[in-house]
Each structure stands twice: as structure tokens, then as C-alpha cells.
């Protein structure tokens, strides 16, 4: 490259460079340039990562102590692990596990429990693999803003979690066989206090094993603008938004086991306010996502069917999610989430979901946690 090539790409480069840091390039004799100071940065074109931090990084694992490679936790079968407990304000940023286990259904054995603020009920109550999006219980490979599922059954979460006093969250086996190593990773900051306006996490498993299908007596689907027997995500009373849903489906028949509408009511207990077109159209597919014949998995940063095995066939089976981060459901109240199961809930499927969303309170008043027997999918052939 000769020089006058070389001081033409010099200046192109400083022309486009120094705008961005906020100085501007002015032309002087002989092709030379300088950098003269230009008007302050506008204070929202510099993204929070380059600006000063006040927290303190910090991570709570389930490292060796002793210096040694035994960096996991083994869980006997009936055991309760404590993966995390820390006092004053903070906020979980990240969690990652990664578990070795016998059980093939371990994923639906183990469950996940959060507590804020000391209290004594959990926000957070699901098994660990539905709380991932795996709500079948088994690893599939993908990749949301919020949750995720590495090669070599790595589970990551990145729904931020606040605390003002306390923190604490805990796994349990319920299964019948040993835990033979839980990796843990829960990444957190710490600050001297949160914002009026933080709220905190909630998670909450519900199921079907099956939905009741809804028909008249001819066998029909019968209108349903009030969704009375819609299958429900989750339910809850205060302040706060909806963040989004997990679903796993296991068809007990023939068909598409969709068409049902989304239905969410806001601040009013008697109609949802909220209603949509369809539960492929709720997950951001379309056309029964590709039918018997051309469904195909995808998973996108807000919504996604990961899992698609034998489409619209007896046993078929679905996992699916769906969040608003681009436009959270707001509450000042009340919020039910809601979906129907089937067109107007025909269909007797088998659902496993967990609600995800904030609130001003740690509300705790979740149902009852299902026993582990009936938490793992099987098929639910009529009679």
C-alpha cells in the first residue's frame, strides 16, 4: 500500500472512530487530521456496560472447598441441597447447572424452590427441568434471552432476581435414586440498596394429566368467551407484570392439539382482557407449525417449539415458550394467564407449564405441588 492510500484509510477510519467517542475529526494541511473535544456524549448512546458500576460481582457454586476437583454436590434421593443463601440487598443475574444423575427422569424429580426476604414459602416452586423450558423432562438443545439448554445438558437462566433482605434457594429430590453430582453456578451482585420500583421473580409449575375436554352432546366444542375451563398458567394477586410461559404437551389423540385462544385477565376476575387467535399464533408459529408432515423445532429469543417429536399423532409431543419482554403484561391487581386446550378446549392432552413474572410482593399462595409420580409424561389413552 502506498502512503497516500495508507493516509486515505487513516482518515476514513478516524472519521468514522472518533465521532463514536464522542470527538470530531477537522481537516488540516497536507492530508493530516486532528482531533478537536465535540459536545458531550448524549447520556443514552452510552450503553450501561461502558458506564461506572456500583455493585459488587459476585458468584455462590457449588465448588470444592477443599481445593480438590469435586466441584458438585451429590443429592441423595429425598435430600434438600441448599444452592443459595445470602443476606442484604442483591440481585441473582445468572444461574447454571449441569446435573449427573441415575434417574432418566430426574429433570421432573428435582425441584427448584426460591425464597425472598425470609420468607417462609417459596416464589419460585417447579421442577428443575420445566423451570428450563425442558417440561418433558428431557434435554433439548436451544437457546431463548431468558433460558437455555447447552450441549452437554448445561441449564442456563438469566431472569433477573431481586432481593432487598435475603435470598434463598434450595433443590429437593423427590425421586426414588440417588443424585450423583449437581453443578451449581448462581451469579449475583450486590448493592446497598434496590430501587422503589424493583419487584421480584416468580416462577409456578401447574398441569393437566389430562385436561378435561369441554363438548356438548353431540360431541362438539361450545363457545367459550369467558374462558371457564381455560388450562391456567398461572394466577395471582398484587402488582406486577407478566413476563411469559414454558409449556410441554403430550397428545392423548389424534389431530393438532392446538387452536385454543390465549386468554389473560388483567385486574378483573369475571373476563380476560387479553385474547388471542391460537396457541401456535400464541407461540409466534403459524399453520399448526408446519402440520403432520412439516413441523419442524425453532427457538428464537422470545419464542420458540424446541421440541416437536411425532406432530399431531397419538403421543406426540410439543415444548414450546412464549415471553414478553417486549411488552410485559401489566397488573395492578389481579392476573390470571390462561390458555385454552384445543379449539374451546375439545382436546384431553396432557400440559406441564410454568408462569413466569414480577410483583411487588413475594407472593407464596401457589396449589400444591403435584406428587413426583404424576409429574412424568406419559401418554393418558382414553378408558
Given amino acids: 500500500m502506498n502512503r497516500s492510500t495508507a493516509g486515505a484509510g487513516r482518515r476514513g477510519f478516524?472519521?468514522?472512530?472518533?465521532?463514536?467517542?464522542?470527538?470530531?475529526?477537522?481537516?488540516?494541511?497536507?492530508?493530516?487530521?486532528?482531533?478537536?473535544?465535540?459536545?458531550?456524549?448524549?447520556?443514552?448512546?452510552?450503553?450501561?456496560?461502558?458506564?461506572?458500576?456500583?455493585?459488587?460481582?459476585?458468584?455462590?457454586?457449588?465448588?470444592?472447598?477443599?481445593?480438590?476437583?469435586?466441584?458438585?454436590?451429590?443429592?441423595?434421593?429425598?435430600?434438600?441441597?441448599?444452592?443459595?443463601?445470602?443476606?442484604?440487598?442483591?440481585?441473582?443475574?445468572?444461574?447454571?447447572?449441569t446435573i449427573s444423575a441415575q434417574s432418566p427422569t430426574h429433570l421432573k424429580e428435582l425441584v427448584l424452590r426460591a425464597y425472598w426476604d425470609s420468607n417462609s414459602r417459596p416464589s419460585v416452586e417447579t421442577p428443575v427441568g420445566d423451570f428450563f423450558g425442558l417440561n418433558l423432562g428431557d434435554y433439548v438443545v436451544y437457546e431463548s434471552q431468558y433460558l437455555a439448554c447447552s450441549p452437554g445438558r448445561s441449564l442456563n437462566c438469566y431472569f433477573a432476581m431481586p432481593f432487598r433482605q435475603s435470598a434463598r434457594m434450595?433443590?429437593?429430590?423427590?425421586?426414588?435414586?440417588?443424585?450423583?453430582?449437581?453443578?451449581?453456578?448462581?451469579?449475583?451482585?450486590?448493592?446497598?440498596?434496590?430501587?422503589?420500583?424493583?419487584?421480584?421473580?416468580?416462577?409456578?409449575?401447574?398441569?393437566?394429566?389430562?385436561?378435561?375436554?369441554?363438548?356438548?352432546?353431540?360431541?362438539?366444542?361450545?363457545?367459550?368467551?369467558?374462558?371457564?375451563?381455560?388450562?391456567?398458567?398461572?394466577?395471582?394477586?398484587?402488582?406486577?407484570?407478566?413476563?411469559?410461559?414454558?409449556?410441554?404437551v403430550v397428545q392423548n389423540s389424534e389431530g393438532w392439539m392446538g387452536e385454543g385462544d390465549d386468554m389473560i385477565f388483567v385486574d378483573d376476575e369475571s373476563r380476560p382482557v387479553i385474547i388471542g387467535t391460537g396457541s401456535e399464533d400464541y407461540f409466534l408459529g403459524s399453520w399448526n407449525f408446519g402440520g403432520r408432515e412439516g413441523a419442524r423445532a425453532f427457538s428464537h429469543r422470545q419464542y420458540g417449539a424446541p421440541l416437536i417429536q411425532s406432530p399431531e399423532r397419538t403421543g406426540g409431543r410439543y415444548c414450546c415458550y412464549r415471553f414478553h419482554g417486549d411488552n410485559p403484561v401489566t397488573f395492578t391487581r389481579y392476573m390470571k394467564h390462561t390458555l385454552e386446550h384445543g379449539h374451546a378446549n375439545d382436546r384431553g392432552d396432557n400440559w406441564y407449564s410454568v408462569g413466569y413474572w414480577y410483583q411487588d410482593q413475594p407472593y407464596t399462595d401457589f396449589p400444591p405441588l403435584p406428587p413426583v409420580a404424576e409429574r412424568i409424561p406419559n401418554v393418558k389413552l382414553p378408558g
Fill in 170 to 248: 434450595t433443590v429437593t429430590n423427590e425421586g426414588s435414586r440417588d443424585v450423583g453430582a449437581f453443578y451449581s453456578n448462581i451469579d449475583f451482585l450486590t448493592l446497598d440498596s434496590l430501587p422503589a420500583e424493583a419487584l421480584y421473580f416468580h416462577a409456578q409449575y401447574r398441569q393437566a394429566v389430562p385436561n378435561a375436554p369441554v363438548r356438548d352432546a353431540e360431541g362438539r366444542a361450545m363457545p367459550n368467551p369467558e374462558g371457564k375451563q381455560n388450562y391456567v398458567y398461572c394466577e395471582t394477586h398484587g402488582r406486577g407484570h407478566l413476563m411469559g410461559v414454558t409449556l410441554g
Fill in 14 to 97: 478516524l472519521k468514522w472512530f472518533l465521532p463514536a467517542t464522542g470527538l470530531a475529526v477537522a481537516p488540516r494541511a497536507h492530508g493530516q487530521v486532528t482531533a478537536r473535544v465535540a459536545a458531550p456524549i448524549a447520556p443514552d448512546s452510552l450503553p450501561c456496560y461502558a458506564r461506572a458500576q456500583v455493585h459488587r460481582s459476585l458468584k455462590q457454586s457449588s465448588h470444592d472447598t477443599t481445593g480438590g476437583n469435586r466441584d458438585f454436590w451429590p443429592i441423595k434421593a429425598g435430600a434438600t441441597q441448599e444452592l443459595f443463601n445470602q443476606r442484604g440487598p442483591g440481585v441473582i443475574t445468572h444461574i447454571w447447572f
